[in-house]
């Protein structure tokens, strides 16, 4: 689901309430807040942490649209972008969010142990080197494998390409302590990357996608999964990766009964 902020509905679907706005860091800006869609059902249930795409420039609402089943409470975040502020500033402002879900998702009737983060492109980037870099979470008091799973959809799993543009950093991939893959374990939480087909997906995602996961499996991550949808390009993994999602949280979910 696609769409800008200012035009936000007030309620999804009939399943849930109106949609809540929360402030998760002091900025006195438009951003920094968190549109919280939560369903009238009461019975503990996940919540999914979502950020955007857009290169870590664009702003914007990007949210697969079945994820509102009824059941998740779904937590969209509207963080700041470059050149507004740094590539590093938003990094760390991406942790701010998701430790925000973990001290205050309890008061909405959902549960900490069922908190799922994902995301788009640069969201996916976001989603994942805050999920894997346990310095992101740790200055909150959390641990990030408390995270139930980790969800990145066409991410770069590599340095993202705006942050070596404003380091400096070579075109070139680079894999250093701002690179998901510069965090492998095989004790992170359980992790399902989704792309587009190589050749279609931007250059490099659906290949370093597909070694990140070969390469926690070979570690002995015992549940990380990479799928490249034949056909898909970019926008199209988006467009496709509802089903794939909603069996990830649902088979956790099962799990954690």
């Not at 995301?119 to 959390?142: E, K, N, W």
């Not at 997906?201 to 070979?218: I, Q, T, V, Y």
Request: some cysteine.
């Amino acid at each position: 689901m696609r769409g800008d902020w200012q035009h936000f509905p007030r309620q999804i679907t009939p399943d849930y309430h109106p949609v809540e706005l929360e402030l998760y860091k002091e900025n006195g800006g438009e951003f920094n807040r968190l549109a919280i869609s939560r369903p009238l059902s009461a019975h503990p249930a996940p919540t999914i942490v979502w950020f955007h795409g857009g290169g870590l420039t664009g702003d914007g609402r990007e949210c697969p649209a079945e994820l509102y089943n009824g059941v998740n409470t779904v937590v969209e975040v509207r963080y700041p972008v470059y050149p507004a502020v740094s590539t590093l500033a938003i990094i760390e402002d991406a942790a701010a969010a998701v430790a925000w879900c973990f001290r205050h998702i309890g008061r909405l009737g959902r549960r900490e142990t069922s908190i799922f983060v994902g995301g788009m492109s640069a969201g996916a980037y976001l989603a994942a080197l805050t999920g894997m870099d346990a310095s992101r979470l740790a200055p909150y008091g959390i641990d990030h494998r408390r995270i139930a799973g980790l969800m990145p959809v066409s991410g770069q799993m590599t340095t993202h390409f705006q942050v070596k543009a404003e380091l400096g950093l070579p075109e070139s991939p680079v894999i250093d302590a701002l690179a998901p893959m510069g965090h492998l374990s095989a004790d992170l939480p359980p992790v399902l990357l989704i792309t587009g087909e190589s050749g279609l997906d931007m250059p490099g995602r659906p290949e370093e996608n597909a070694f990140m996961a070969a390469s926690l499996r070979a570690l002995g991550h015992p549940d990380a999964h990479h799928y490249a949808l034949p056909g898909h390009d970019h926008g199209g993994a988006f467009d496709s990766c509802d089903h794939l999602l909603l069996k990830f949280i649902n088979r956790i979910t099962e799990a954690q009964k």
